[in-house]
């Protein structure tokens, strides 16, 4: 869902802001979702990190394609796209340099489907394109280069009743503990829209809570439908499989 969400926020305001641009340059942005959605698959990438990487490609994309016609207010970059290059080919290179940069190990695989979806593009003004995606790309890599994703943060589990700490099988520690600090992409904190608290640990809220999680979760369930299951399953983000909501 945070992959389908992305996508639908870029196309949207590709539409939206660039009509006539957004209209050829649509298939790309779908077309290297993909390719991000297969890297996230095979580095394993913890969603927060996956949501992180989106947003990078994406913005990268979005100020690359915004860039032609300029009828709406780009995320970071205010630039002029060079005269008759492609905008498929902005599309193209913004999003390669994102994905070399996020998962280098995957360069090839990205350097390749560079190579194709410029196949088309004939050489010249047009193929600039890909030279000013790029480095619209590096202006937003730049921009996140500090936002704290590979702060190291100390993190001791607690020892309380209700306090987190690892659980079996796998007794896995604390997913990105830093995440708390990073920097968002639209709000001042992360702190902005924090809801309360969970409810304490001998009131009645947390006893009920509990219990809902214990019937509800146990691994032959009277209560829980195939849907939910199939529902635990896709939020469980399991092995070979993309980020969920």
């Known amino acids: 869902m945070i992959a389908r969400l992305c996508v639908r926020y870029t196309l949207a305001c590709l539409l939206l802001a660039v009509a006539s641009s957004a209209a050829i340059a649509d298939d790309m942005v779908i077309h290297w979702n993909r390719i991000h959605l297969d890297a996230i698959r095979a580095d394993k990438t913890p969603p927060p990190m996956a949501a992180r990487n989106l947003a990078i490609m994406h913005t990268a994309i979005y ?3 915004n860039s032609f016609d300029q009828t709406h207010r780009p995320y970071l970059v205010w630039a002029n796209a060079p005269n008759k290059s492609s905008v498929v080919a902005a599309a193209a290179g913004a999003a ?3 994905l070399v940069e996020l998962y280098p190990a995957r360069a090839a695989i990205f350097d390749a489907e560079l190579d194709d979806s410029l196949t088309e593009i004939p050489r010249g003004p047009a193929k600039s394109g890909a030279q000013f995606g790029r ?3 590096r202006k937003i890599l730049k921009a996140r280069r500090n936002d704290g ?4 943060v100390a993190y001791t589990p607690g020892t309380a009743p209700g ?3 690892p659980t079996p099988p796998a007794f896995a520690p604390a997913l990105l503990p830093q995440w708390p600090f990073v920097t968002p992409f639209a709000m001042f904190a992360g702190s902005q829209f924090r809801p309360a608290g969970p409810p ?3 009131s009645d809220a947390y006893t009920a809570s509990f219990d809902e999680v214990a019937v509800m979760g146990s691994v032959n369930s009277p209560l829980r439908t195939a849907e939910q299951t199939e529902i635990a399953l896709f939020w469980a983000d399991g092995a070979g499989s993309e980020p969920p909501p």
């Not at 994703?149 to 190291?152: L, N, Q, S, T």
């Open 200 to 202: 304490a640990a001998d």
């Open 96 to 98: 390669h340099t994102a």
């Open 149 to 152: 994703a590979d702060r190291v």
């Open 163 to 165: 306090e987190w700490r």
């Open 63 to 65: 100020d690359a394609v």
């Open 135 to 137: 480095a619209v790309a």
